[in-house]
């Protein structure tokens, strides 16, 4: 079973630029979620989707972050314009539904804003 | 607002010992509780999970151990290995967060051969 894919792996821009990060979840994977994580600190939900609608946003800044799933499966994370304290490791994740007990992680999209 | 707490930033271990990885949280609702691994550039990885209706859950070398009154879990692995050197972050989700988890910080486990 293919896991979590995620690109760009690495990304580096400049502050005031902006950057989208894609994520296809596992097959079949109805709950999808954007989590952020800064160096030293564990991941934090920025977004989560169930099917192609969106759960809770409540950490997602709004102002500068947007994510779209449109069809359900695929996602995109764009961020417009970056700033350097989001210079972080981007994770996607998904679960069967909504409410399993397990999620499963992509590799990381690694973010630097200099 | 730390829901999720691992105040052990590093540990290191001797191969053939065991070890314990400890979490702390706050919120009483949460009923689910999980144990990720997480090598260098790599995304977290599911290690072993613990509902709140037990107490105990073994895989392998892996335990987690759950006390609910003291708000506190653990991981123990034994005999630890080299290859188990690693970030390990817990994990909670409750009936009142709306299906989200909440992770601790990670700890840093060095196995020495």
């Known amino acids: 079973e293919a896991g979590v894919a995620q690109s760009p792996r690495y990304k580096i821009i400049e502050k005031r630029q902006s950057v989208a990060f894609w994520c296809n979840p596992i097959?079949?994977?109805?709950?999808l979620y954007w989590y952020q994580q800064i160096l030293g600190q564990g991941p934090k939900l920025l977004i989560q989707f169930q099917n192609n609608g969106v759960v809770d946003d409540s950490q997602l800044p709004k102002d500068r972050f947007s994510a779209e799933r449109l069809k359900g499966v695929d996602s995109t994370l764009k961020i417009q314009p970056a700033k350097l304290e989001d210079s972080a490791v981007y994770l996607c994740?998904?679960?069967?539904?909504?409410?399993?007990?397990?999620?499963?992680f992509g590799e990381g999209s690694w973010l630097t804003v200099v | 607002d730390q829901q999720v707490k691992q105040n052990s930033p590093s540990l290191s271990v001797q191969e053939g010992r065991i070890s314990i990885l400890n979490c702390d949280y706050t919120?009483?609702?949460?009923?689910?509780f999980l144990w990720y691994k997480k090598y260098p550039a790599e995304g977290p990885t599911f290690l072993i999970s613990?509902?709140?209706?037990?107490d105990k859950n073994e895989d392998g070398r892996f335990t987690v151990f759950l006390n609910k009154s003291a708000k506190h879990l653990s991981l123990h692995i034994v005999p630890s290995q080299p290859g188990d050197s690693a970030v390990y972050f817990c994990?909670?989700?409750?009936?009142?967060?709306?299906?989200?988890?909440?992770f601790g910080t990670g700890t840093s486990l060095t196995v020495i051969p």
């Open positions: 919120n009483s609702m949460f009923d689910y």
């Open positions: 994740a998904s679960s069967l539904e909504r409410g399993r007990n397990t999620i499963y």
């Open positions: 097959s079949g994977h109805a709950t």
């Open positions: 613990i509902s709140s209706i037990k």
């Open positions: 994990a909670a989700r409750g009936l009142n967060t709306g299906n989200q988890f909440y």
